[in-house]
T-cell receptor, first 109, second 110 residues
Framework: NAGVTQTPKFQVLKTGQSMTLQCAQD?????MYWYRQDPGMGLRLIYY???????DKGEVPNGYNVSRLNKREFSLRLESAAPSQTSVYFC????????FGSGTRLTVV | QKEVEQDPGPLSVPEGAIVSLNCTYS??????FMWYRQYSRKGPELLMY????GNKEDGRFTAQVDKSSKYISLFIRDSQPSVSATYLC??????????FGGGTRVLVKP
């Protein structure tokens, strides 16, 4: 029982490159979320999905897209990475208290 | 101004002392209040969850919510070095789409 699994754990991108961050949960949660964590800024919501097939913008959605492929999987895509997207990205699932993944450390150079 | 404010610390306490953490918020619609613990290079993990005002106790942790003052607190009794971590408050009107504070770093000195 892994909970929420994120891949990759680390990634370095060049400005303008694209990549997809993967997230999968085995806890049967309807709701899933993507947050980014930056020093002094806390966790900020990028996108969320209330159920399979639905997605909605959070506080900082610019530069990102998401796909809720099925109930288990919720991916985050950076189409053209920018240095401002250097951050730690967390996927989470659930309501009334999330379960978080272990994070993806992304550096854009 | 952020919706949820939290002193970044670090908060340094001796082993065995009580750790006192707090957050203030501005959105009166917040009804669900949570505290998370985050160790370095790990994901946050849920410690306490409270609905509306009042107190909740779980082991060495006590969470308090004062909605009239828009102020929440977490107390950790008998702190051990394993308590050293960053503590994040989070809140929401409906239990989803949590808004987080910036976190307080706690250091427990042996």
């Amino acid at each position: 029982n892994a909970g929420v699994t994120q891949t990759p754990k680390f990634q370095v991108l060049k400005t303008g490159q694209s990549m997809t961050l993967q997230c999968a949960q085995d806890m049967n949660h309807n709701s899933m979320y993507w947050y980014r964590q930056d020093p002094g800024m806390g966790l900020r919501l990028i996108y969320y999905s209330a159920s399979e097939g639905t997605t909605d913008k959070g506080e900082v959605p610019n530069g990102y897209n998401v796909s809720r492929l099925n109930k288990r999987e919720f991916s985050l895509r950076l189409e053209s990475a920018a240095p401002s997207q250097t951050s730690v990205y967390f996927c989470a699932g659930g309501n009334y208290g999330y379960t978080f993944g272990s994070g993806t450390r992304l550096t854009v150079v | 101004q952020k919706e949820v404010e939290q002193d970044p610390g670090p908060l340094s306490v001796p082993e065995g002392a009580i750790v006192s953490l707090n957050c203030t918020y501005s959105n009166s619609a917040f009804q669900y209040f949570m505290w998370y613990r985050q160790y370095s290079r790990k994901g946050p993990e849920l410690l306490m969850y409270t609905y509306s005002s009042g107190n909740k106790e779980d082991g060495r942790f006590t969470a308090q919510v004062d909605k009239s003052s828009k102020y929440i607190s977490l107390f950790i009794r008998d702190s051990q070095p394993s308590v050293s971590a960053t503590y994040l408050c989070a809140m929401s009107p409906a239990g989803n789409k949590l808004t987080f504070g910036g976190g307080t770093r706690v250091l427990v000195k042996p």
